[in-house]
């Protein structure tokens, strides 16, 4: 089975920049779409970037869109996503995700997830 483990997040100031490392486990992981989640406390969990299995494709949700750079080395096994200009209504839990599948933003197509790290951001 495919692993993905999580780190970096943290506690950030608002205005703040914050980079959240995934290592995969895997000899295929060029073939998966990875991406980023969030979920805040109460509400459901939220898109913020993915990327194509070969990197040439990035896309970001809405609310991120400007303020985060997702990227991913394959001969390490590792997605990165780079967050600036931090506000509070990113603090959330933050999960890594990787799909066998086309590129999406819908949760139900990503097979495999991270255990999740929580992002705060100060005020």
């Known amino acids: 089975q495919v692993q993905l483990v999580e780190s970096g997040g943290g506690l950030v100031q608002a205005g703040g920049s914050l980079r959240l490392s995934c290592a995969a486990s895997?000899?295929?992981?060029?073939?998966?779409?990875m991406g980023w989640f969030r979920q805040a406390p109460g509400k459901g969990r939220e898109f913020v970037a993915g990327?194509?299995?070969?990197?040439?494709?990035?896309y970001y949700g809405e609310s991120v869109k400007g303020r985060s750079t997702i990227s991913r080395d394959n001969a390490k096994n590792m997605v990165y996503l780079q967050m600036n200009s931090l506000k509070p209504e990113d603090k959330a839990v933050y999960y890594c995700a990787g799909s066998r599948r086309v590129a999406s933003r819908r949760v139900e197509k990503y097979d495999y997830w991270s255990q999740g790290t929580q992002v705060t951001v100060s005020t």
């Open positions: 895997g000899r295929t992981f060029s073939s998966y779409v």
């Open positions: 990327i194509a299995g070969s990197g040439r494709s990035t």
